[in-house]
């Protein structure tokens, strides 16, 4: 019942509330809230015009609300004076570009233009760290650069990201100055790890010492007229012994020194001398380290590496398969192939290696192909990766067609694309796909490791150090010294089988063995 007496009187209120304002309006025109018309009186039997007056008196309605609404329109479309839209001259955003298939972010490692320089068609505009390399992106059209939007260092930068403005006329920069785009407010350059505090205590400070050597020294036992006894025994052993005598308290009679006094006598410790202060490093000596660990930042190349690796051994059945080559036949090759180029180029035995495992993945296309989870992709051209270290971290430059190259030119590929990939200049072409890896740690002294798989690839081969060994030799004394390389395949179960495995192995040393059948 409440509930029907409550909504009665919530229906009533507007209603008596406009029958006392119509009430007042009729009484005296002339009350509080009521408007009337500006001008003269209307004449009789006009009362339209007195009318349309007081409806909108009854109703509220006033000619000034609509006027403040009116003025407020503007503003509410401008906005607040700090937000108001403006227009700029015609410029372009350079957004940051994919250099890798599998290159989500970046990171702008440094940039080779400055605000208001001038860039020409080709120009190198930034560094940019991916997830394989540190890139150089070269600009496509010619400008000015008018704003910097991505500051060196920033970590993690999103692909799409606009890096800067460039403008056409030189004129145009000024108008980018405080430019603040919303999409990269939250980008920010990586501030380096809190150093740790040291470790070392500070050494306290010196007290002075009094200089009083003699009171240091024990009595020396006297007699009357100042006379040292010393018994005709304890005078010899210390003269034996080097010992001091007037540092030796005696303890016979009167302060005779005796035997027992030598024998049970320990000199005193030399008071340590004042530690030389350091001098400070010279300019060309590293500082040494404060604290007890560095924290260095994981740069992209690095956890990109991580990542690959983890999942390649956790996703793919590895198995691996090894085997010794006799390196002798390689090795006089190679000596007179370097003898018959000598001056233009010098052929490594790692050369040799290339050629002979993509002549052994024609031979066995299975250990050429690639696992992509619905089809298992046999490739028909031989490109061999080869893994070179560099100080950002490990990176693949590919040898393209290995199998139609020959020696020399395979020899001057390996050179140009590791001088490239330590000086981080290797392009995105260059280092991407790949059907067969090699790595090489024969020159470090390796002998013998497994290396893991590089995704999508199915097989990596792992070369080790050469060694002489005694090997059964048809010859008087029944052996030979050879030398001889260990080297290790690691393949993946689900596309090449162990029989298989063996099978290309076995094509590898042959040709290794046997040089010259490269050239069948």
Not at 225 to 236: C, D, T
Not at 491 to 499: E, L, M, P, Q, Y
């Amino acid at each position: 019942m409440w509930r029907v007496c409550a909504r009665r009187a919530q229906q009533a209120a507007p209603r008596s509330g406009l029958r006392a304002r119509w009430t007042a309006f009729r009484e005296d025109p002339g009350a509080p809230g009521v408007t009337r018309r500006a001008g003269p009186a209307p004449a009789p039997g006009h009362s339209a015009a007195a009318g349309y007056g007081r409806v909108r008196a009854l109703c509220g309605w006033r000619a000034s609300s609509w006027a403040t609404q009116r003025a407020r329109l503007p503003l509410q479309l401008l906005g607040s004076p700090g937000r108001r839209c403006y227009s700029l001259p015609p410029h372009q955003k350079v957004p940051l570009p994919s250099l890798s298939p599998t290159m989500q972010a970046g990171t702008i490692a440094r940039w080779e233009k400055k605000e208001g320089e001038k860039i020409n068609e080709g120009d190198l505009l930034a560094e940019i760290e991916t997830d394989k390399a540190t890139i150089g992106f070269e600009v496509q059209e010619e400008g000015y650069l008018a704003k910097i939007l991505i500051p060196e260092g920033t970590r993690d930068v999103p692909l799409g990201t606009p890096l800067c403005i460039i403008v056409e006329k030189q004129a145009d920069i000024p108008a980018f100055a405080d430019y603040r785009p919303t999409e990269v407010t939250d980008l920010k350059p990586q501030a380096p790890p809190p150093i740790p505090p040291p470790v070392a205590s500070v050494p306290p400070t010196p007290q002075p010492v009094a200089p009083a050597p003699s009171a240091a020294r024990p009595a020396t036992p006297a007699g009357p007229k100042g006379r040292l006894f010393v018994s005709p025994l304890a005078k010899k052993l210390a003269a034996e012994k080097g010992i001091d005598l007037t540092q030796v308290k005696g303890t016979g009679p009167e302060g005779r020194i005796i035997k027992k006094d030598i024998d049970s006598f320990v000199p005193a410790k030399a008071a340590p001398a004042p530690a030389a202060a350091v001098p400070p490093p010279g300019p060309g000596v590293a500082p040494v380290p404060t604290g007890v660990f560095t924290d260095i930042p994981v740069s992209n190349i690095r956890r990109v590496i991580a990542q690959r690796l983890m999942q390649s051994k956790q996703t793919i059945p590895h198995y691996y398969l090894s085997i010794d080559v006799n390196m002798g036949e390689v090795l006089l090759v190679r000596k007179e192939l370097n003898k018959m180029i000598e001056g233009k180029s010098k052929i490594s035995v790692n050369d040799f290696i290339i050629k002979a495992s993509a002549l052994a993945c024609l031979k066995v296309p299975e250990a050429n192909s690639s696992w992509l989870d619905t089809v298992i992709r046999q490739n028909h051209v031989v490109d061999i990766s080869v893994a070179v270290s560099t100080p950002a971290g490990l990176i693949t430059p590919i040898v393209f067609n290995a199998h139609i190259k020959g020696l020399e030119t395979i020899a001057n590929d390996v050179v140009s694309l590791a001088t490239k990939a330590r000086e981080g200049k290797l392009q995105p072409q260059e280092f991407q796909g790949g059907t067969f890896t090699i790595s090489n740690l024969g020159m470090f002294g390796i002998k013998n490791f497994s290396a893991i798989i590089n995704p999508p690839q199915a097989c990596i081969l792992a070369i080790g150090a050469s060694e002489d060994r005694l090997v059964p030799a048809d010859n008087e004394k029944g052996f030979d010294v050879a030398s001889m390389m260990s080297v290790t395949l690691s393949c993946d179960h689900r596309v090449v089988d162990g029989a298989v495995g063996a099978q290309w192995l076995a094509e590898f040393r042959k040709y290794i063995e046997k040089p010259v059948t490269m050239l069948l």
